[in-house]
């Protein structure tokens, strides 16, 4: 784990996505279940729905699969 102030870092996550972008995308689609009544699959210290969705992918708690579309 990497030495940070924020936990989980950006670095650790980036390590579950591989990119920002991927990261964004899940993260924010994630909170928005989460705000829409879904259950959190982690126990956070928190209430805040993004905060929920990043230990969820810290903790591998969701997967994502990537599509690659060839461009037309």
């Known amino acids: ?3 940070s102030m924020i936990n989980p870092s ?3 996550l980036l390590e579950k ?3 920002r ?3 964004v995308l899940l993260s924010a689609k994630r ?3 989460i ?3 879904s259950k ?3 126990d956070a210290n928190s209430h805040k729905p993004l905060t929920i969705a990043i230990h969820e992918i810290d903790e591998d708690a969701i ?5 690659n579309e060839e461009a037309k």
Do not use: C
């Open 1 to 3: 784990m990497n030495n």
């Open 10 to 12: 950006v670095v650790d």
């Open 17 to 19: 996505t591989h990119d």
């Open 21 to 23: 972008y991927s990261l």
């Open 31 to 33: 909170a928005r279940q």
């Open 35 to 37: 705000i829409d009544g």
């Open 40 to 42: 959190p699959h982690v």
């Open 63 to 67: 997967k994502f699969e990537r599509v």
